[in-house]
Structures are given as C-alpha cells and as structure tokens.
Nanobody, 125 residues
Framework: QVQLVESGGGLVQAGGSLRLSCAASGRTFSNYHWGWFRQAPGKEREFVARISWSDGNTYYADSVKGRFTCSRLNDRNTVYLQMNSLKPEDTAVYYC??????????????????WGQGTQVTVSS
C-alpha cells in the first residue's frame, strides 16, 4: 500500500520556523516531483513548493519564496519543507503529494497522483 505521511506541524509564533517531513512507503518515487500544498480554512488548496527527486530542482510559490526551502533525503525516500520567517497567513493544513515527471513544472493539484493526510501548521501573531 502506497502511503505519504507528513509530520512536523505544530504551533509557532510569527517569525519562527518549522520543518515538515514527508515520508513515502510502499514504493519509491525517484522519477517524480514531490510537491507541497496547503489549505487554509475556507480557502482552496494552493501550491506551495515542489522538488524534483531526480535532480533536486525546486520551484516555489511567490508567497513563500525566500522563506521556505525544499530538500530531499534520497536513502530515506523523504522530502522536507523548511519554513522560516513564518507569518500568520501561513496557517493551514500542509499536504505533500507526488506528480510524475511527464509534467515539467506541476503546480496544479490535478497533476499529483498520491497525497498525504496533511499536517496542521498554526502561526500565532
């Protein structure tokens, strides 16, 4: 059974940092993009960032560029989202997902095949 499991969410004050993890089990996703999305209450799920497993290429939404960083740990089939300088507007449930490499730069939810269950990030002001 294929699973993506996020962890690392929590409550942090504005200006603080968190590191989210996404671990895959059941198969490897070496020819995939790994993406991060978030969904705040009453809002659509939005793209945050992605990393290509094969070459480590990353891409970020403008709202998080310069503050968030994606990385991967090859031998553990795990990706990370380091979130610094957090703002209250970053509060959301964060999801990881994977998209096949046939998509050049997937930012749409429809490009992603497998999803994790999400982890809550709350940033207090």
């Amino acid at each position: 059974q294929v699973q993506l499991v996020e962890s690392g969410g929590g409550l942090v004050q504005a200006g603080g940092s968190l590191r989210l993890s996404c671990a895959a089990s059941g198969r490897t996703f070496s020819n995939y993009h790994w993406g991060w999305f978030r969904q705040a209450p009453g809002k659509e799920r939005e793209f945050v960032a992605r990393i290509s497993w094969s070459d480590g290429n990353t891409y970020y939404a403008d709202s998080v560029k310069g503050r968030f960083t994606c990385s991967r740990l090859n031998d553990r089939n795990t990706v990370y989202l380091q979130m610094n300088s957090l703002k209250p507007e970053d509060t959301a449930v964060y999801y990881c997902a994977v998209a096949p490499m046939i998509f050049r730069n997937p930012t749409s939810r429809s490009s992603y095949d497998y999803w994790g269950q999400g982890t809550q990030v709350t940033v207090s002001s």
